[in-house]
């Protein structure tokens, strides 16, 4: 049985990789595929991959941008200290990587899972996903930059993406679906941002047991959130043209300012439910807010300002409970089944140039009973 000349154990036949130690093998000669390294030319600066490098090595490998021989010794000094084996443990690589490298499902990136390039990289790298299926859950803890190398909807992650670290991260370009396994604390969230300084754009976001995206310091822009049992959770978070649909529930603003912006959120259970502390209102403002059985907004604590925005088609449209304080100015709150407001006693509503309705008696107390259930 043929064996694996970098580690020794035994090779399935016709494997390409080394199930123990990761290297890649040569199916002609069994040996571990050559290394190679990326040399900046001396001349333009230019990264080269050259394949098969050895130390001492003597020859011509012409620059792909200026022609100049980036073996040359001027040239050699400037070798990258990235060894690419593709692929190898994470253990084996740990940190090693920086600046950009690519994930790719068909083994021609610097990984194929986006765990392991995530585990192997160094604070601020840029990973570059191609497109593919990744059956994973990804955690990260260091600020970096995970963007998708191709379509939104041909990057697709089946499990979940955590962001616990502090500093300046970014998520661009992902589907990220997280299965909804009943009680399984693993898949709560498709997308969960605790404590940093996150920005996520482009990605289209579904699934989970509980929040979809569960955001604390985040901004969230050109984001499609769907398929969830409540869709959105923020903290001190901003949601920026971003659309929120077909979910048992929206978005749940609760102890810290957030703001809300250019959103389309429609036919959830119920649109925006706000409770918010602390001495900055929440706002929201230029958003669509539609087609939901309960409340366009539901305000029951702290101060709320929404301000030029379309609150249509829902059975409410603006329920205030004490002791929240509400701002509502230059909305649209026409077409609501049970009338543009609902201001129970001791909430305080300052309302101005707006459009408003008020429906009939009979059809106010049937939608609002209908509201209550």
Known sequence: MQTCPRCNKPLQPGSHFCSSCGAKINQTTGEPAPEALIIRCHACGTKNRVKGFREGVKGTVACGRCGVNVLAPTSLA???TRIHVSPVSPQARKRQYSGTVVVSKMHDGDFTTISDAVQCVQPGTIILVR???YEESVTMYEPLAVIGDGSQHSIIINGNLSVRGQGQTLVKGLSIHCPSKTFDPHYQHALLILDGKVTVEDCDISGGNDFT????GAIIQRCRVHEGRQAVYLMNSSMIDCEVFNNSWGIELQKGASIIRQCRIHNNASGISASISGPLPATIEDCQISGHRHSGIDIYGGDVHVDRCQIRGNNIGIQVSA??????????LT???????????????????????????????????????
Do not use: C, W
Not at 213 to 216: G, I
């Open 78 to 80: 400037a070798v990258d």
């Open 131 to 133: 497109p593919g299926i």
């Open 213 to 216: 995206v569960y955001a604390v």
């Open 323 to 332: 002791p929240a304080r509400a701002s509502i100015s230059n909305s649209d």
């Open 335 to 373: 077409g609501n089944s049970a009338g543009s407001f609902f201001i129970k006693n001791g909430a305080h509503v300052n309302r101005v140039g707006n459009q408003e309705e008020t429906p009939s008696l009979m059809k106010a107390v049937l939608a609002r009973f209908s509201d209550s259930g």
